[in-house]
């Protein structure tokens, strides 16, 4: 599908699909007006025969309308004009793009572009449809034997920009988008892959096939005889329990900086499948601890953003990868392990391995003298408790960081939610016989306790912390990864560059 961006006339425009909206209240979109008034009426005459309504999730196909220059006429209602907001257009175009995916048409022009949301400009408008008409006709089957999936004719998907004056900022939003886009693939992809095939060895040379793909971008993945001469306890004994040996996968970004300006580090959890190790988890849902590594490729895909647009910044990406599994050589509940950092670790739960993994990588990052690290980590089932499936948590050791990510967020509307600190927390993972354990005394604030846990390990740098165990994916029937934080990430290097 080719998405392009034009300041059209409806009327004189030929294509086989218009996309317009119309409101409750009968409310007609401008785009719609127009229709309106060239076809007589047509549309209003669809509110008095109650064949419309305007709400959300209502759409209309219709064929050969008269006096219009197009094969079809698809209809989309918005809900209240008042209160229509950022929610409400991504569910209007998500819902428009997948009624035409199953059409026949192959062009199609969206005036759903035009509406106005509140706070939002035009070039905003282009970048969120690009993206959810990405999301919109996804799909994961390429283990399916004979995929039931329908040829999409659509060949030609033009966005219209109805103040030619904005035709520049919409262009350029669009390359963004398609650009997002593409790094939310691959996030979704390597999310999706089973773990039989996505394995630390598997995520490891998916790096470098993106280091193969730009020139900017630089690969290095450090074995498990490399981690030991570095002292990753903590890496390693979630590793020790796996026939697959453990990754750290290091992708360097390398745009045209100005000469001494220090890297942005982004570390990303992948564990390639979480059983709980000897705490092992309930059989039901298991399968969807593949998505334990959706950090890790959240982070290669922001990267591939990255790359793709050139953006003049150093961005490193730290993954490190493993499985956890319970094995005769698996690490126990009790044990105790020193990091790289020379902190001891008492693992009082093998199914907090996210963090034992991360501070690890966190010291690692160091070496990079960073101007901000952001970890990304599917790591507390207690922040989906806390937050649910629409933001992500957030923790941070610095204000202005947090504010960053935070702008970062609302402008991608790939939101987070901010959770505190505080010293106070600190008592929960003080430990009798090492410095800390890894999970929190009691059932109080455990998504906390673990953000209290990393920022042990991030003392030296700006950091901020994004638990996405609520987020990563989507359960269910339409079960599939979300690709997020990728939208919230580059548009946070985007506004770092600025």
């Not at 996405?468 to 339409?478: D, F, L, P």
Request: overall charge neutral; some cysteine.
């Amino acid at each position: 599908m080719r998405c392009t961006v034009k300041h059209t006339e409806i009327i004189k425009q030929k294509n086989d699909c218009f996309i317009v909206g119309i409101f409750t209240d009968k409310q007609l979109s401008e785009a719609a007006q127009i229709i309106d008034a060239h076809t007589k009426g047509y549309i209003r005459r669809l509110f008095q025969s109650n064949d419309l309504t305007g709400e959300i999730g209502e759409a209309l196909l219709l064929h050969d309308v008269a006096n219009l220059p197009s094969k079809r006429l698809l209809i989309v209602g918005c809900g209240a004009q008042a209160e229509f907001n950022e929610t409400a257009f991504r569910k209007v175009i998500h819902k428009a793009i997948s009624v035409l995916k199953t059409t026949g048409a192959k062009e199609a022009c969206c005036y759903l572009t035009d509406l106005k949301v509140k706070d939002r400009a035009v070039d905003w408008n282009i970048r969120q449809a690009v993206q959810v008409s990405y999301e919109a006709t996804y799909e994961f089957n390429q283990f399916k034997s004979k995929p039931k999936t329908r040829v999409m004719s659509l060949g030609q998907l033009t966005w219209n920009v109805a103040n030619k004056a904005n035709l520049s900022a919409a262009q350029r939003a669009l390359q963004e988008g398609l650009a997002i886009a593409e790094g939310v693939i691959l996030a979704k992809d390597l999310g999706n892959m089973p773990a039989n095939r996505c394995t630390p060895s598997f995520l490891a040379k998916q790096a470098q096939t993106l280091g193969k793909e730009y020139k900017t971008v630089a690969v290095d993945v450090l074995e498990e005889s490399n981690m030991r001469q570095l002292g990753m306890g903590a890496l390693l004994a979630v590793a020790q329990g796996s026939e697959e040996p453990a990754k750290l996968i290091i992708v360097h970004y390398r745009g045209k900086v100005k000469k001494g300006k220090s890297p942005v580090v982004l570390v990303g959890k992948g564990v390639t499948f979480d059983s709980g190790g000897i705490s092992l988890k309930p059989s039901a849902g298991m399968d969807e601890m593949k998505y334990d590594m959706c950090g890790a490729a959240s982070i290669l895909g922001a990267i591939k953003v990255a790359a793709e647009l050139a953006l003049p910044i150093e961005v490193v990406g730290i993954l490190p990868a493993t499985e956890n599994m319970p094995d005769g050589k698996a690490v126990k509940p009790g044990d105790i392990v020193t990091t790289m950092s020379g902190q001891t670790v008492e693992i009082l739960n093998t199914d907090a391995e996210g963090r034992l993994i991360l501070c690890d990588a966190l010291t690692y990052a160091e070496r990079f003298k960073p101007a901000a690290v952001i970890d990304v980590a599917t790591l507390t089932g207690a922040v989906i408790v806390a937050l649910g499936s629409v933001a992500s948590g957030m923790m941070s050791n610095n204000e202005i960081l947090a504010q960053a990510v935070q702008q970062a967020a609302q402008e991608s509307w790939d939101r987070v939610w901010s959770l505190p600190l505080w010293d106070d927390y600190q008592e929960l993972i003080n430990g009798p016989f090492a410095d800390m354990v890894n999970v929190g005394q009691g059932n109080e604030a455990k998504c906390i306790a673990a953000g209290c846990f990393l920022a042990r390990f991030a003392e030296k740098y700006p950091w901020v912390h994004l638990d996405i165990a609520g987020t990563a994916w989507k359960s269910g029937k339409e079960k599939t990864a979300s690709g997020r934080p990728v939208p919230l990430l580059v548009q946070f290097l985007i506004n770092f560059c600025s």
